[in-house]
């Protein structure tokens, strides 16, 4: 199975700040990665497909970026909203294995 | 908008067989280009994606769940089923059930149920 590994597993973060959250991949996965938003209780949500494709609806505050094996989320402007748990996900081979999250709190 | 709604028991006992339906509504399960997918979460182990079952009825499962699970198309009530043989304890998370469009060979999961939690205890 293809690992990922997302760093941090949490970060302290205030209104307005600049956040990257890193995932890298055990393996070359071109540029299949996806990453979700998760609240509480709730179902993820899409945010980024393709590595930096922007899911429809979603801030234009998130992008993503990378490709091989390292990839980036980055929050450009923290809103209030955005404290939650991020995954990025490899869809290059099955099983599409997920990281094991970054939780965002408020500092 | 598309909406997936999972169903089934919250309690299992251990040995027996867990079977939770996905019921899709403003989406045709039988075409179009979707994995039709269950991922579930535990505390432990994060988020795992358990199988997919593509429109055509072809299914791909995580091999660390060996042979005990089974995904299959009920087309005439636009549902999917998980199936899961002698759960244990381990089997203890929220199940979801998701779609994943299939884009340029890559597949994000863009529409998920709310998830229901199965426990798994005598």
């Known amino acids: 199975d293809i690992q990922m590994t997302q760093s941090p597993s949490s970060l302290s973060a205030s209104v307005g700040d600049r956040v990257t959250i890193s995932c890298r991949a055990s393996?070359?996965?071109?540029?299949?990665v996806n990453w979700y938003q998760q609240m509480p209780q709730k179902a993820p949500k899409l945010l980024i497909f393709?590595?930096?494709n922007l899911k429809s609806g979603v801030p234009s505050r998130f992008s993503g970026s990378g490709s091989g094996r390292d990839f980036t989320l980055t929050i450009s402007s923290l809103q209030p909203e955005d404290f939650a748990t991020y995954y990025c996900?490899?869809?290059?081979?099955?099983?599409?294995?997920f990281g094991q999250g970054t939780k965002v709190d408020i500092k | 908008q598309v909406q997936l709604q999972e169903s089934g028991p919250g309690l299992v006992k251990p040995s027996q067989t867990l079977t939770l339906i996905c019921t899709v509504s403003?989406?045709?399960?039988?075409?179009?280009?979707?994995?039709w997918t269950w991922i579930r979460q535990t505390a432990g182990n994060g988020l795992e994606w358990m199988g997919r079952?593509?429109?055509?009825?072809?299914?791909r499962y995580n091999p660390s769940l060996k042979s005990r699970v089974t995904i299959s198309l009920d087309s005439s009530e636009n549902q999917f089923s998980l199936s899961l043989s002698s759960v244990t304890a381990e089997d203890t998370a929220v199940y979801y059930c998701?779609?994943?469009?299939?884009?340029?060979?890559?597949?994000?999961?863009?529409?998920w149920g709310q998830g229901t939690m199965v426990t798994v205890s005598s």
């Open positions: 998701a779609r994943g469009p299939l884009r340029g060979g890559s597949v994000a999961f863009d529409v």
């Open positions: 996900q490899q869809s290059y081979t099955t099983p599409h294995t």
């Open positions: 079952i593509f429109t055509t009825g072809s299914t």
């Open positions: 393996e070359n996965i071109f540029s299949y």
């Open positions: 403003n989406d045709s399960i039988s075409s179009g280009n979707n994995h």
């Open positions: 393709g590595a930096s």
